[in-house]
T-cell receptor
Framework: ELKVEQNPLFLSMQEGKNYTIYCNYS?????LYWYRQDPGKSLESLFV?????AVKQEGRLMASLDTKARLSTLHITAAVHDLSATYFC????????????FGTGTSLTVIP | SAVISQKPSRDICQRGTSLTIQCQVD?????MFWYRQQPGQSLTLIAT?????????ESGFVIDKFPISRPNLTFSTLTVSNMSPEDSSIYLC?????????????FGEGSWLTVV
């Protein structure tokens, strides 16, 4: 069974702190995506990770992929209130781009 | 990045009726998909919209309930048939395969349906 699990599901953190969101998936894939969703909005693409060991950074967010461990992480550095949103990882199981399975989502609240 | 437009953005529908959602991409794409996001939940893939042929449905979704069309490379429709309150969700169109986007998958703004 194809599964994509994230933890934690809910995260409340203070501004200035660091934290990591984890995304585990059940079947081999080397294509993983991270998205952000604000309340009442659609999904915004954050990162596309396409190989083992891939690391990408944008501002206070850094994503990495370990295909052997079937694990991706989204690390938040010195959180600010504007990062409050729900974050989803998604895995492409087909390797041809036509089957994406989304994680459970992590609802992040950054407290001033 | 691609612009994906969906219509309607929101609607309140009567039980037993059907509603068609339109998705227009501003450039040619290879793959288009329809997702459902129930309140407070993650996204679930409904089907892959295939150009000129029947859509490919995921487990738990059937053509009679969610007929899909894709007459060309930039346009697709999803119909939610015989609606019940359980169909109240956000329906999202997505696309990939744009020449300029690499492997990124883009999403429309979503269509928020409430069935009463």
């Amino acid at each position: 069974e194809l599964k994509v699990e994230q933890n934690p599901l809910f995260l409340s953190m203070q501004e200035g702190k660091n934290y990591t969101i984890y995304c585990n998936y059940s079947t081999t894939s080397d294509r993983l995506y991270w998205y952000r969703q604000d309340p009442g909005k659609s999904l915004e693409s954050l990162f596309v990770l396409l190989s083992n060991g891939a690391v990408k950074q944008e501002g206070r967010l850094m994503a990495s992929l370990d295909t052997k461990a079937r694990l991706s992480t989204l690390h938040i550095t010195a959180a600010v209130h504007d990062l409050s949103a729900t974050y989803f990882c998604a895995v492409d199981y087909s390797n041809t781009g036509n089957q994406f399975y989304f994680g459970t989502g992590t609802s992040l609240t950054v407290i001033p | 990045s691609a612009v994906i437009s969906q219509k309607p953005s929101r609607d309140i529908c009567q039980r037993g009726t059907s509603l068609t959602i339109q998705c227009q991409v501003d450039s040619q794409v290879t793959m288009m998909f329809w997702y459902r996001q129930q309140p407070g939940q993650s996204l679930t893939l409904i089907a892959t919209a295939n150009q000129g042929s029947e859509a490919t449905y995921e487990s738990g979704f059937v053509i009679d309930k969610f007929p899909i069309s894709r007459p060309n490379l930039t346009f697709s429709t999803l119909t939610v048939s015989n609606m019940s309150p359980e169909d109240s969700s956000i329906y999202l169109c997505s696309a990939t395969g744009l020449l300029s986007s690499g492997n990124t998958i883009y999403f429309g703004e979503g269509s928020w349906l409430t069935v009463v």
